[in-house]
């Protein structure tokens, strides 16, 4: 079993929908939770960085994190054919003072205009 | 101005081939990352270096060898390349410690592909 579970998609939506993107882990020990965002022949870029459970939210983005069940998710809300990425989950943890992290095979989304 | 760049970004070669990819951040970190992300997009972290000292290092073959020559490089030499280690290799780097303030900075990949 992988440390971290992400359904790879691909998900196809309409231009304006919620999105939800999940991840689930195994790991009780990950502290800090993130989501990244990757265009096609670039590198990930953050999108959201939590370590504790609940929402936080920032624009059109909401991470929500429930280390009770081990599992995260992103939404996006109003969703853009800007959007149209691979997301990629990912968790921190720390050892000896340096980060270890574990990223999610990641979820490919497509909005449709 | 790129946060960390990495050269070259495409790189095709025969099997037996030694290549190297380089890569530096203008970032003032102190620790930097090498990943592969193979055809199913899946990001495994290969080695880490904190102020030129190794700190992780992976099941990775000794075929791969990290070179940190200083904080702001890190370079990636590969010996007999095999078919296998096609896939794309991203440098990153990030502050070392706790919290948002250690983001780890992705660069923008280097596609090898091994024929």
């Known amino acids: 079993q992988k440390e971290v579970e992400q359904d790879p998609g691909p998900l196809s939506v309409p231009e304006g929908a919620i999105v939800s993107l999940n991840c689930t882990y195994s790991n009780s020990a990950f502290q800090y939770f993130m989501w990244y965002r990757q265009y096609s022949r670039k590198g990930p870029e953050l999108l959201m960085y939590t370590y504790s459970s609940g929402n936080k939210e920032d624009g059109r983005f909401t991470a929500q994190v429930d280390k009770s069940s081990k599992y995260i998710s992103l939404f996006i809300r109003d969703s853009q054919p800007s959007d149209s990425a691979t997301y990629l989950c990912?968790?921190?943890?720390?050892?000896?003072?340096?980060?270890?992290?574990?990223f999610g095979t990641g979820t490919k989304l497509q909005v449709i205009p | 101005d790129t946060a960390v760049s990495q050269t070259p970004k495409y790189l095709v070669t025969q099997m037996g081939n030694d290549k190297s990819i380089k890569c530096e951040q203008n970032l003032g970190h102190d620790t930097m990352y090498w990943y592969k992300q193979d055809s199913k997009k899946f990001l495994k972290i290969m080695f880490s270096y904190n102020n030129k000292e190794l700190i992780i290092n992976e099941t990775v073959p000794n075929r791969f060898s990290p070179k940190s020559p200083d904080k702001a490089h890190l370079n990636l030499h590969i010996n007999s390349l095999e078919l296998g280690d096609s896939a794309v290799y991203f440098c990153?780097?990030?502050?070392?410690?706790?919290?948002?303030?250690?983001?780890?900075?992705f660069g923008e990949g280097s596609w090898l592909t091994v024929v």
């Open positions: 990912a968790m921190i943890i720390y050892s000896g003072g340096y980060q270890k992290v574990t």
């Open positions: 990153a780097s990030s502050h070392t410690g706790t919290g948002s303030g250690n983001t780890i900075y």
